[in-house]
């Protein structure tokens, strides 16, 4: 079977919602259900919520495919900006009530809490889309805690290489801080999900 | 890259900036003391620090902010920062970013969650092309096997697997790996792929062959060792089976799919894919270690509900080959005949009369000589050789003979 480039397998996929096919829905879910369950999570920090947010993307995917706009980015950003959207929503609802009925807490905090929520949501979905050899020497730097010489030597690169991978990987990162969700990661790098 | 050294005098500097964080923060700290705790204490030997040029420095800050680099390294990092503006505005942000990295937790999705959602979606707005109902054990049962692959590391790919089933009543087994039992799935399922017209992954022109012999034609076929790489063209055959029977129309469920040795229509053959994709799931995630929920009740009445049938024909092919007892009555076409009642307990469970002279006579509850009750999953394992009949057989009362006939039967389904 012809493997699908990225932008075409999100156009296809798109077509294939409008038209109804219940089939296409369910690969949906296959390629996407773990991010959007990851982000939740990360925003909403609940099992249950982040299910629930599940239900309530794919619902609105399979209702309104044609919101998505390939001229605007991949499926899988536009499916991470829902997420974000609709995580931070509940987020607020959830703070705005807690508020409420303690009296506890101050449009600021929220406002931090959001902030930071949205921040380490942006920065899990750039680890997860990033080219997958930034993504193997942060792993192997961060996770496995080797040092850039035995991470070099792990993948197989110059010692130069791995310092630059390190590097920009966090560059890639750092953007969590100031730029929305975008999908540009080069075709073929992206992580299979 | 070497580090020069020269012998600089590494005369310390007050960083401006903190020192990058230490260690990944969902690692255990097995001293049980906190990471502030632990740094000043280490008796630090004054590190001999080389002397770098300006590119080598700035190229060092990722590995600096990951704490990445040698000692040396990093004081001279550190040392340059306090002189260097764009590099410690550089560092200050790489830092921050190192907060920011934080350990997958995927594992988690629970596996109910995709036909919960999946309902949802259906109430919201119904489906124009929907999903045969027949099809979504089998639509169940890989989502459930992909969701498990996604979640293992490359290594484990390889992890050996100890494939076991019955061949003329002796237990057979045979070494594969995780990939090499994902190969089996894609092979065999692509039997059914190609009874649908789609390609056939062992090429077109492919003979008639077993799912067996397919299986070895398929691993003989390979270049190297198999690994990740064949989860994305099983995965995709998977959705695009599903997918072709989605269009086809009511009629494909009675297609034949001929597996050489014998037949099943398409919507049998799709149950028979679905149990073995979860029975060979089991299979891998025991050998990574990993949990693995059986299929939930309405599945696997189905899939008990398929080896019953079965069951008749398996039982007068052993007749004929003298491995079970001969026929005690000799029953008409469509009338009811001697059976031996089968209680499956638990989720997906049920009773069922299986008839012991014919395959086409009718099981019937007023002449069953012979009663075994069994867990569904159970029954399962025995059906896919992975218990022996000796071995499965929980409460029995009756007719020995013909219970031992069915259990024996029952495991002669089993095939790699």
């Known amino acids: 079977m012809a493997k699908d480039t990225p932008p075409r397998w999100d156009r296809r996929m798109q077509q294939r919602l409008a038209r109804g096919e219940a089939a296409a ?52 950003a536009w499916v991470a900006r829902l997420t974000q959207r609709q995580a931070v929503h509940r987020l607020r609802l959830a703070e705005a009530t807690a508020y409420a009925e303690t009296g506890v807490g101050s449009a600021e905090e929220l ?76 075709p073929g790098h992206g992580r299979t999900p | 890259m070497t580090p020069a050294d020269d012998g600089a005098d590494g005369v310390a500097r007050v960083p401006r900036i903190p020192g990058p964080r230490r260690s990944a923060d969902d690692h255990a700290d097995l001293t049980g003391r906190t990471p502030e705790e632990r740094e000043p204490e280490e008796p630090v030997e004054e590190p001999d620090v080389p002397v770098l040029s300006h590119g080598v420095l700035k190229s060092l800050l990722g590995a600096w902010a990951l704490s990445a680099c040698s000692a040396g390294e990093t004081a001279a990092v550190e040392a340059h920062l306090t002189e260097c503006g764009p590099c410690a505005d550089e560092a200050l942000r790489l830092r921050d970013a190192v907060a920011l990295l934080h350990r997958d937790r995927d594992l988690d999705l629970d596996p109910l969650l995709r036909s919960r959602v999946l309902e949802n979606c259906l109430g919201r707005r119904p489906a124009r092309i929907p999903i045969p109902g027949w099809v979504t054990p089998y639509d169940a049962e890989t989502a459930r096997l992909d969701a498990l692959l996604r979640d ?23 070494k594969a790996t995780v990939a090499g039992v994902i190969g089996h799935l894609f092979a065999v399922d692509g039997l059914v792929a190609g009874a649908l017209g789609l390609d056939d992954p062992l090429g077109a022109g492919t003979p008639e062959l077993s799912p067996s012999e397919r299986t070895e034609a398929f691993w003989s076929g390979l270049e190297r060792p198999p690994g990740r790489a064949l989860r994305e063209p099983w995965r995709d055959q998977s959705h695009a089976l599903i997918r072709t029977v989605s269009f086809a129309g009511r009629g494909v469920a009675d297609l034949t799919v001929t597996y050489k040795d014998f037949a099943l229509p398409l919507r049998d053959s799709l149950l028979e894919r679905a149990f073995e994709c979860w029975l060979h799931a089991d299979d891998i995630a025991h050998a990574v270690a990993y949990p693995y929920d059986p299929p939930c009740g309405a599945h696997l009445h189905e899939m008990i509900d398929l080896a019953t049938r079965l069951l008749p024909a398996a039982l007068a092919g052993r007749r004929r080959s003298g491995l079970a007892a001969p026929a005690r009555q000799l029953v008409a076409a469509g009338a009811p005949g001697r059976s031996l009642h089968l209680e499956v307990e638990g989720a997906g469970g049920g009773h069922w009369y299986i008839a012991l002279d014919s395959p086409a006579a009718v099981g019937d509850p007023d002449q069953a000589v012979a009663q075994v009750a069994m867990e569904g999953v159970e029954f399962c394992q025995l059906v896919a050789g992975r218990v022996s009949p000796e071995e499965a057989a929980a409460g029995q009362d009756g007719d020995r003979e013909a219970i031992r006939d069915v259990l024996a039967a029952a495991a002669s389904l089993s095939r790699l």
């Open chain 1, 25 to 76: 829905l369910g690969e949906l879910y296959d390629r996407f259900a773990s991010l959007v369950h990851s982000l939740a999570h990360r925003v909403l920090d609940d099992d249950a919520a982040a299910d629930q947010i599940t239900r309530e993307v794919f619902g609105y995917i399979w209702e309104n495919p044609d919101a998505y706009d390939p001229r605007q980015g991949n499926m899988r």
């Open chain 1, 111 to 186: 406002e931090q809490k959001v902030r930071r929520a949205s921040v380490a949501a942006r920065a899990d979905y750039i680890v997860t889309s990033m080219p997958a050899p930034l993504r193997a020497a942060l792993e192997l730097a961060y996770f496995q805690r080797r040092d850039y010489r035995q991470t070099a030597a792990d993948l197989g690169v110059t010692e130069d290489e791995a310092r630059r991978r390190l590097r920009l990987g966090l560059q890639l990162l750092s953007t969590a801080h100031t730029r929305p969700f975008e999908g540009t990661s080069p």
């Open chain 2, 152 to 174: 293992i590391g490359e290594s484990e790919w390889h992890a050996p697997v100890r494939l076991k089933w019955y061949e003329e009543d002796r237990p057979v087994r045979r």
